[in-house]
T-cell receptor, first 114, second 113 residues
Framework: GNSVTQMEGPVTLSEEAFLTINCTYT??????LFWYVQYPGEGLQLLLK?????DKGSNKGFEATYRKETTSFHLEKGSVQVSDSAVYFC?????????????FGTGTRLTIIP | EAQVTQNPRYLITVTGKKLTVTCSQN?????MSWYRQDPGLGLRQIYY???????DKGDVPEGYKVSRKEKRNFPLILESPSPNQTSLYFC????????????FGQGTRLTVV
């Protein structure tokens, strides 16, 4: 079956540090890949996505590149801010006779300290 | 404003007492689903619906029911809740399957004692 593995948290960084959160996947077929972010007390929001190999998704200074050869979709940001503190989920979806089921990783809690 | 609205946000109930968590979206989305979030497990799909009157099981459907009588509403029903259903629940909707953005509600934190 399909699965997503992302780095264990929690991750604590100082403000302006470089961020990488690793994500690898296993899928049959050609998945679309996503990063969702969950701020405290809120639902998940789409952060960025990529729908085919070598696509780069980007938003709010975050980037991730769909690497088919390494089955990876690592999240990066050059300089994190306190406001980036949240839980980050890597996810994939493959259309399966109409069920656009999102398969999630376990989430990585990120804390940025001033 | 495009949104998915869940109610209630917090609920404490006793084992065996039927409850319903409501979900409504205002984006005319055809696809809706329910997930539960548990520590160390991420989010897992409970049920999904492709359109009105079309629902099917996700990965963890045991102990849950759903209905889709109107396009905008997708309630989650726990007929006889048990403590292992204590979790954080999210409703989500999207325009159509495959590669599209899913919009999530704010979540319902359910405790079954």
């Amino acid at each position: 079956g399909n699965s997503v593995t992302q780095m264990e948290g929690p991750v604590t960084l100082s403000e302006e540090a470089f961020l990488t959160i690793n994500c690898t996947y296993t899928a049959t077929g050609y998945p679309s890949l996503f990063w969702y972010v969950q701020y405290p007390g809120e639902g998940l929001q789409l952060l960025l996505k990529a729908t085919k190999a070598d696509d780069k998704g980007s938003n709010k200074g975050f980037e991730a590149t769909y690497r088919k050869e390494t089955t990876s979709f690592h999240l990066e940001k050059g300089s994190v801010q306190v406001s980036d503190s949240a839980v980050y989920f890597c996810a994939l979806t493959i259309s399966n006779f109409g069920n656009e089921k999102l398969t999630f990783g376990t989430g990585t809690r990120l804390t940025i300290i001033p | 404003e495009a949104q998915v609205t869940q109610n209630p946000r917090y609920l404490i109930t006793v084992t065996g007492k039927k409850l319903t968590v409501t979900c409504s979206q205002n984006m005319n989305h055809e696809y809706m689903s329910w997930y539960r979030q548990d520590p160390g497990l991420g989010l897992r799909q409970i049920y999904y619906s492709m359109n009105v009157e079309v629902t099917d099981k996700g990965d963890v459907p045991e102990g849950y029911k759903v209905s889709r009588k109107e396009k905008r509403n997708f309630p989650l029903i726990l007929e006889s809740p048990s403590p292992n259903q204590t979790s954080l629940y999210f409703c989500a909707s999207s325009l159509f399957p495959g590669g599209t953005e899913a919009f999530f509600g704010q979540g319902t934190r359910l405790t079954v004692v």
